[in-house]
């Protein structure tokens, strides 16, 4: 499975479209980003309801993020309750890079994978380790099919997507005027 970004973000919601193709398929993953969202959005069941995959992403550096994704993930099985199917949900610890820092067990991860029936998967989005692999399971487990080890082995390649940097208005330049700088104390 081969895929393209093609990026639009927002101050709030960013919104990726990834295309590809798994086969004879022709498969297209819309992403929407709502990190940073808190729990209680009016908007965030709007945005999960009939997702048919859904990710969830913790910081492996920051037990308070796994601690909060029991909610998340009710909220997302909440949100999808008049769906007549649940969304594939995969669980995502971001930022292997630091594994120095780790916080959170693996054993703690797997735990909560099983427990909940979800895909179990780490990643730096950083250096882009194992992003794709991540898109790549998430739509293999929505279309129903089973990756074998070469395929996943083959997709753990880099993934970068850039992304434009606005400058920002620094707001009205000042001019120095020839002053004295020197200072009296009486």
């Known amino acids: 499975m081969v895929f393209s970004a093609v990026l639009n973000s927002t101050e709030i919601i960013c919104n990726r479209v990834f295309t590809g193709i798994e086969g004879n398929l022709n498969v297209t993953l819309q992403v929407w980003d709502i990190g940073g969202q808190t729990i209680g959005g009016k908007m965030l069941d709007k945005y999960i309801y009939g997702a048919q995959g859904v990710l969830l992403v913790y910081d492996i550096t920051n037990s308070q993020s796994f601690e909060n994704l029991e909610d998340w993930l009710n909220m997302v099985r909440k949100a999808n309750e008049e769906s007549d199917t649940q969304p594939a949900i995969s669980l995502i610890g971001n930022k292997i890079d630091l594994e120095h820092m780790r916080t959170v067990k693996m054993e703690k991860h797997q735990r909560f994978c099983q427990e909940n029936g979800l895909i179990s998967q ?56 020839n002053q004295s700088k020197i200072c009296s104390v009486q």
Not at 149 to 162: F, Y
């Open 122 to 177: 780490f990643v730096s989005a950083k250096t882009g380790d194992s992003v794709f692999l991540c898109f790549q399971r998430l739509a293999a487990e929505v279309l129903g099919i089973k990756l074998n080890k070469a395929e996943m082995e083959q997709s753990q390649h880099i993934v970068k997507a850039e992304l434009v940097d606005y400058p920002q208005d620094e707001g009205p330049i000042r001019q120095e005027t």
